[in-house]
């Protein structure tokens, strides 16, 4: 505090105690302002410009939730570059916050993405499809595995068919959990 750094006897002023509260107040809103334009210079954290880093990558402004905006911006700015093996899964992971394996099949002159430990299609997945089509190799074709629930893991959880109904989930909530 400001207070502090000043000489005792003004702690008796009233005037200056008033000025000391309204400045703290002023510097507590200085240093948020300051953390906030710090926050908006990385794609983890940014908010209010995210529109800019759309737009300086070349991703089309979105309606999507802004984890998914951030998590295309960041796989834009990962694939430039070589594109390999290695660089299809960083940047399938950067989309999907999950484990991803790419399954090379040369012979066929395709790969496989395989989604695993994300259930179902992940919420973003035409986005994810949409870079990868814009990096692969033109002559590559490219098919996506989804994890969905197994008869052997509904079997694992012991529950009779009255107990999954008294869940009440659709089928398509059964298939992912």
């Known amino acids: 505090m400001l207070r502090d750094k000043m000489p005792s006897f003004y702690s008796e002023s009233g005037m200056m105690l008033q000025l000391f509260e309204v400045e703290d107040t002023e510097i507590q809103d200085l240093e948020k302002s300051i953390q906030n334009t710090f926050d908006e210079f990385f794609i983890d954290t940014a908010k209010a410009t995210i529109d800019r880093w759309e737009k300086e990558v070349g991703v089309p402004k979105s309606s999507l939730p802004i984890e998914q905006r951030r998590a ?55 986005d994810l499809q949409n870079i990868i089509n814009q990096i692969k190799p033109a002559h590559l074709g490219v098919t996506y595995i989804y994890l969905y629930t197994t008869w052997d893991r509904f079997d694992s959880f012991n529950y009779t068919w009255d107990e999954f109904d008294s869940l009440n989930k659709t089928w398509d909530e059964l298939e992912v959990m």
């Open 72 to 126: 295309t911006v960041k796989s834009k700015l990962r694939g430039y570059g070589t594109v390999n093996v290695d660089h299809i899964k960083t940047i399938c992971d950067s989309y999907t916050n999950g484990d991803v394996s790419i399954i090379e099949k040369p012979s066929t002159y395709e790969f496989e993405v395989k989604f695993n430990s994300v259930r179902g299609i992940p919420p973003n997945m035409k």
